[in-house]
């Protein structure tokens, strides 16, 4: 009853198939791809962290002065290559002035820590460019200064996360 597409196929096509998919290494390539009940939770853990994270960044200016302190405090120890990847020569300047903003970036495979540069450039006199809209570049933390970051925002234990 089953209209697979092994049924259309030739019967040594389709043997050739069930072999590949029995084989050991098969098996083992298809059972990686599969998330166990331990990995969910802690990804939804680490999701849940994240958009309560998201939250009091947006609604809370205490919280958003403290991500603040703490990402600049980190850059005047460390310096700004420990803290970031890739970052532009303005957005260099921006953070040296303490111009910026710490936000949750969604946009990759996993949300992480990030800081948006809120210095306005220097207009050009006579330029007749578009608006831009209100799209603004973000650059993500390091490993090292997001567990930090997020780790100062916790205070306490327990079941409950609370925020500063």
């Not at 910026?100 to 450039?121: I, M, Y």
Request: aromatic fraction near 6%.
């Amino acid at each position: 009853m089953s209209d697979s597409y092994l049924d259309h196929l030739p019967s040594h096509e389709r043997e050739k198939i069930r072999k590949r998919l029995r084989s050991p290494e098969e098996y083992e390539r298809l059972r990686e791809k599969v998330k166990g009940p331990e990995d969910l939770e802690r990804e939804m853990n680490r999701n849940a962290e994240f958009a309560e994270a998201k939250l009091h960044l947006e609604t809370e200016p205490s919280v958003q002065e403290h991500a603040k302190d703490a990402v600049a405090a980190f850059i005047d120890k460390q310096g700004l290559d420990s803290a970031f990847d890739k970052l532009p020569a303005s957005a260099r300047e921006a953070l040296r002035k303490g111009q910026f903003e710490v936000t949750v970036d969604v946009s990759g495979k996993e949300p992480r820590l990030a800081v948006k540069p809120t210095a306005k450039p220097k207009e050009k006199k006579g330029a007749t460019d578009a608006p831009s809209g209100n799209v603004a570049e973000v650059y993500p933390l390091k490993a090292a200064l997001q567990q930090q970051v997020m780790a100062s925002f916790k205070m306490g234990g327990g079941d409950g996360v609370a925020w500063i």
